[in-house]
């Protein structure tokens, strides 16, 4: 079993819909990472969590702490947004180790 | 313009043969760090470092060596790569204060035969 997991691994949506991506982990954290990664191959930072809510624009990320749980949501996606979602966590053996998810793919379609 | 560039972007190369992949940013960053990313795997951690001459494995360094002489270069180094290493190689950087906000490099995809 991975150590972070990502629900769907798929996701096809249309324009203007809600959109919520999962990731549960298995091992204690310090915090836990959202990434992007363009359908060109690069990748961005989009929030860090160690507890409670961000918001970027029309990002929310949302994390659990006793759940080993968190989500992201986009709310009036837009085809712009078609990407992979990459969920990562830093654990006890320190903020510089990653691991990663397998990433979730969101389609929007106009 | 912030960035982090690797070259070369795309290499198809034979068993064996040693090979290096460069990273260099320009922000100054302290820490860097090299991913694979592998279909069905994800993103994996190779090495990475938290400043000049300090490095450590993450969670897939078999087969590969850095090293972090400069502030702004970390290389990649396979020595005698084999067709398992075919994948597409991250380098990213960040200052250790935010270590969290990590700026990548474009990916080098790499191919062994």
């Known amino acids: 079993k991975n150590e972070v997991e990502q629900s769907p691994q798929n996701l096809t949506a249309q324009e203007g819909e809600f959109i919520t991506i999962n990731c549960s982990y298995s091992?204690?954290?310090?915090?836990l990472h959202w990434l992007q990664q363009h359908p060109g191959g690069g990748i961005v930072s989009l929030f860090m969590?160690?507890?409670g809510k961000k918001k970027h624009g029309r990002l929310i990320a949302t994390i659990n702490i006793q759940e080993k749980h968190s989500s992201l949501h986009i709310t009036a996606s837009h085809p712009r947004d078609s990407a992979v979602y990459i969920c990562?966590?830093?654990?006890?053996?320190?903020?510089?180790?990653?691991?990663f998810g397998q990433g979730t793919r969101l389609t929007i379609n106009p | 313009e912030a960035q982090v560039t690797q070259n070369p972007r795309y290499l198809i190369t034979v068993t064996g043969k040693k090979l290096t992949v460069t990273c260099s940013q320009n922000?100054?960053?302290?820490?860097m760090s090299w991913y694979r990313q592998d279909p069905g795997l994800g993103l994996r951690q190779i090495y990475y470092?938290?400043?000049?001459?300090?490095?450590d494995k993450g969670d897939v360094p078999e087969g590969y060596k850095v090293s972090r002489k400069e502030k702004r270069n970390f290389p990649l180094i396979l020595e005698s790569p084999s067709p398992n290493q075919t994948s597409l190689y991250f380098c990213a950087s960040s200052s250790t204060a935010l270590i969290w906000r990590q700026y990548f490099g474009p990916g080098t995809r790499l191919t062994v035969t």
């Open positions: 922000m100054n960053h302290e820490y």
């Open positions: 990562a966590v830093t654990g006890s053996r320190g903020a510089q180790k990653l691991v």
């Open positions: 470092s938290m400043n000049v001459e300090v490095t």
């Open positions: 091992v204690g954290i310090s915090a």
């Open positions: 969590l160690s507890s």
